[in-house]
């Protein structure tokens, strides 16, 4: 008669042995090809796990410069101002600092610029760079100026469309899907905005912004708010607003313009391609103003800082690509435009952003769960 609890001791006590030779040697039984793959993975798996501790400690080591900083600029203003023979300097404390953010081209890939030196790149992990170069040199002004308020202008061409102007050289050189594009793009200017936000530099926050003419999704530029607004800038202003929505952060955008009212002054926002639009002719600009009741401008769209006495034009935070520095033999910095305003005052500092110092630590890429395939990885970029 067969003995059923004598079988089940014996494959217990088998199962156990087993369990027992794969503990003492996980490489027991296992190919030549299959032992080296096992070897292979772990060495891999430990690898990433160094390499994200790593991250952690670089990211943690900058938190801590980035502060100890802040706190050395602090208390050297607070000390100059606070010193009897500054006391009747002129105002350069409280007030609003503007910082606008002008023709990103999200989307654009610059690279193989020949027979410079540097030769200007861009892409997504530059941008990432960029921008976090363009944070840091807005805590540095706000706190030099004890800023009250910061404003994140915005004026257009934040995106590239592929459709657009319609450019071959311009589909050809596209980073990826326009779609994700759009998602880093707004993702990032996100981590932008709540970087300045959790620095406590600012009692107040605002966003302002209208739409550029390259975003736009057709090959006509239109002037119209329901043809100019099908564009990827006039989503991202949107996306903000509900973004932001009830919180500390307020929005308020325009789609061709907007006039934002700081410390007194009435800022005209504009992209720069539509009219007879010229910065630099006096009379043009005064009628322009005049017909928006503004004391001033700020533009973007020719990617070249330029400063007068009524008008700010902003350059590019992409810098030079093919279609401007051969086809149109111009070659523009990266930079962008911080003023800083105060009742009756006003000052404006242009920003390189060109070689972003390697010691900071940029912000984040995203994947987004496989809902964009292979697109989101297309030039292999290493995500966080």
């Known amino acids: 008669m067969i003995n059923l609890d004598k079988l ?59 502060f100890a900083r802040l706190d050395q600029v602090g208390e050297a203003v607070e000390a100059y101002y606070g010193s009897q023979a500054h006391a009747a300097a002129p105002v350069l404390r409280g007030g609003s600092l503007v910082v606008q953010v002008s023709d990103v081209h999200f989307g654009c890939v610059v690279r193989g610029l020949e027979q410079r030196d540097n030769a200007n790149t861009w892409d997504s992990q530059v941008a990432c760079r960029r921008f976090k170069t363009l944070a840091e040199a807005a805590k540095f002004h706000g706190i030099s100026h004890g800023a009250e308020e910061l404003v994140v202008a915005l004026t257009g061409d934040l995106f590239d469309s592929k459709i657009g102007k319609e450019r071959y050289d311009k589909l050809l050189n596209s980073e990826t899907a326009a779609a994700l594009t759009y998602m880093r793009g707004k993702d990032l200017l996100i981590q932008f905005i709540d970087d300045l936000r959790e620095s406590e530099i600012f009692g107040a926050i605002r966003v302002v912004g209208i739409a550029g003419n390259e975003a736009r999704l057709y090959a006509d530029r239109g002037h119209s708010h329901i043809m100019a607004s099908d564009n990827w800038d006039a989503l991202l202003n949107a996306d903000l607003a509900a973004r932001y929505r009830g919180s500390d ?8 313009r907007y006039v934002a009212e700081i410390q007194g002054w009435r800022m005209l926002l504009i992209h720069g391609d539509q009219g007879r639009f010229n910065p630099t002719n006096q009379t043009q600009i005064q009628s322009l103003l005049g017909n928006h009741d503004a004391d001033f401008g700020i533009s973007g769209h020719i990617h070249d800082t330029l400063i007068t006495g009524k008008w700010i034009r902003c350059a590019s935070m992409m810098g030079t690509d093919a279609y401007a520095g051969d086809g149109l033999g111009l070659e523009g910095m990266a930079a962008q435009t911080i003023l800083w305003l105060a009742p009756g005052v006003r000052h404006a500092y242009a920003i390189d952003l060109q070689n972003p110092s390697e010691e900071l630590v940029p912000y984040q890429l995203f994947d987004y769960a496989g809902a964009f395939g292979f697109a989101d990885n297309l030039f292999g970029f290493e995500h966080q």
């Open 249 to 256: 952060v307020a929005c308020e955008f325009g789609v061709n």
């Open 8 to 66: 089940k001791r014996a494959r217990h006590e088998r199962q156990a042995a087993l369990i027992d030779e794969v503990v003492s040697d996980p490489l027991a039984g296992l190919s030549p090809d299959a032992a080296e793959q096992r070897l292979r993975d772990e060495r891999n798996h430990g690898r990433r796990a160094r390499r994200a501790a790593a991250r952690e400690e670089l990211k943690a080591q900058a938190r801590r410069q980035a």
